[in-house]
């Protein structure tokens, strides 16, 4: 085990709720690296001078809301992906002292849709939602091979989401109210009404038996997008809990070269989460 305790942190703000610090300090155990992971939170006007301090003596960090965007900005280099996200979720200091910026948002999707057996190259994706989640796994998906459609309260807001990725592969924005059953193979909400006990507008027509079912956002229990879906008959399903440990697997490998046991995490913080 190495006796040297590298520092990384989270940012956000609010941050009292992260996980992050939990899932790093498992995979640390995991792997026989020696960190120390902190919840930092930073006021909003002030991100940027907190980032740049925190990196004085740090070495890599997390970034979640609201400052994904402004942490792309913040970066000496970027990813293909964080650049194609304009978003920034992991950050890594380079042996010159430069920050490099990643977003693995996009492949912890993707590894959870896999893991669970949900995706497959050349699925029809209707994605619910136009914001950052949205935005953060759409190249991704589409460099999996899958098209998507993606579908949002507000149009014009899927419009230029789709205008930003239409040069990465087949992806349109339709309406709420003009989506019609064409074969949709995945479902993924990445809205967050679940934190207010909603459900996206979705018709009901669209789900059936045959449709995988994913949603962004976790709880202790079903969420209410699930439940709403598995009462429409829907077989195959889960939640955004493996995409956050996912990612935080993928920012995990690029601070320290190893790859963690994501899935081992993933049922020990589903335990947790139910008891």
Known sequence: MSSEVKA???????IAHSKSPQIHTLFAHQTGISLSYDRLLAPVEQFEHTLCTFFQTGVGANVTTPFKERACIAMDALSERAEAAGAVNTIKKMDDGTLYGDNTD???LLSDLEQNSLIQPGFHVMLIGAGGAARGVIQPLLAYGCSITVTNRTQSRAE???KHFCDNGNIRAVPLNELTDEGVDLIVNA???GIAGDV???PEFLVSRDVHCYDMFYASGLTPFLKWCIGLGVRKYADGLGMLVWQAAHAYK???GVLPDAAA???????ELQS
């Open 160 to 162: 230029a989401l789709v």
């Open 254 to 256: 690029l601070w320290h």
């Open 8 to 14: 990384f942190a989270v940012f956000g703000n609010p």
């Open 200 to 202: 996206p507008a979705l």
């Open 106 to 108: 996009g492949i912890g």
């Open 191 to 193: 809205t967050s009404s």
């Open 265 to 271: 995490v993933i049922q020990q913080m589903k335990r």
